[in-house]
């Protein structure tokens, strides 16, 4: 079947640095994307990642090992306004997503 | 762009009314989702559409789910007789595929509440 794992809940600090981990197991593959969402509000796309390797987009980079169905998000120089939902998706053969549960980060000051 | 529009943004009906809810993709998006999300259940994927030709509806619950999408620019979800479980905020999101790119755009969602 096809599934995506990823925590439930993070908490860190302002200022530091987290790294929110997914993995995946689809039938075939074409990318994995981070979405960010806001308590009561809708998704909003961070990140695709095809190749294997690290994106880096300011304060966020996402890296993905496609040989171990792997990828995470990593959120440097935390703000208070990155608390929310992190959002792991991949693409099937068919170029569907499969969306993981979400991650709750929590940023404490 | 306006972004995905979606209408009401807030409803609240009695169980056994039917509701329908709207959507406005992101004008020259060929793929159009439906989502709904719950706590209990994350976000899941409905139905969605490739130039306005419905593609996998394998995620519309049952019989009293359905969705259209008549043109480009427009899709309705339609819930008839509203249950209490169908209560979530329902997302339309929009993409447009290219090789590059298959970034989903979503809309604010319509809370649905059903008592």
Redesign the interface.
Known sequence: GQNIDQPTEMTATEGAIVQINCTYQTSGFNGLFWYQQHAGEAPTFLSYNVLDGLEEKGRFSSFLSRSKGYSYLLLKELQMKDSASYLCAAMDSNYQLIWGAGTKLIIKP | DAGVIQSPRHEVTEMGQEVTLRCKPISGHDYLFWYRQTMMR????LI?FNNNVPI?DSGMPEDRFSAKMPNASFSTLKIQPSEPRDSAVY?CASSL?TRQ?????????TRLTVT
């Open positions: 994350g976000l899941e994927l969605y996998d997302f595929a790119a298959y970034e989903q755009y979503f809309g604010p969602g």
